[in-house]
């Protein structure tokens, strides 16, 4: 007899408004975060924009994708990491500016 293995849920905080969420199975932060009618920053989906990062405050997470392609060094010593990229480990306590945009943007400016 064969048990299929429970799927794990965490749950994630986002520090700077206090909304939580919960983060299913094998669904990126990013897709939670939306399932949850959270207005998250985000674009491409696919990590190559930048605007669905977040600080990671507390936790740990899988990254789905080399996040060193899109977020500069200054920012990974910060804990950003990218929200479509990311799988839970734990639960998690993240910081978001709402009103961020793309990071080619930022190089615009
Ligand atoms: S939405 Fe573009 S990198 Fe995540």
């Known amino acids: 007899m064969f048990f299929k293995k429970k799927p794990t849920e965490f749950k994630c905080t986002i520090a700077n408004t206090g909304e939580t969420f919960t983060v299913p199975g ?9 399932n949850a009618g959270i207005k998250w920053p985000c674009d491409c989906k696919v ?9 990671l405050k507390e ?3 899988k990254a ?7 977020l500069d060094g200054e920012m ?13 480990k734990s ?3 993240v910081e978001v500016d709402f ?11």
Not at 47 to 55: E, K, N
Not at 99 to 109: I, M, P, R
């Open 91 to 93: 639960d998690l306590v």
């Open 47 to 55: 990590g190559s924009c930048g605007t669905c990062r977040c600080i």
């Open 59 to 61: 936790g740990k997470i």
């Open 99 to 109: 009103e961020q945009g793309s990071l080619e943007n930022l190089k615009l400016v």
């Open 76 to 88: 990974l010593k910060e804990g950003y990491i990218l929200a479509c990229q990311s799988q839970l």
């Open 26 to 34: 094998k669904i990126n932060l990013l897709q939670a975060a939306l």
């Open 64 to 70: 789905l994708h080399d996040f060193t392609y899109t």
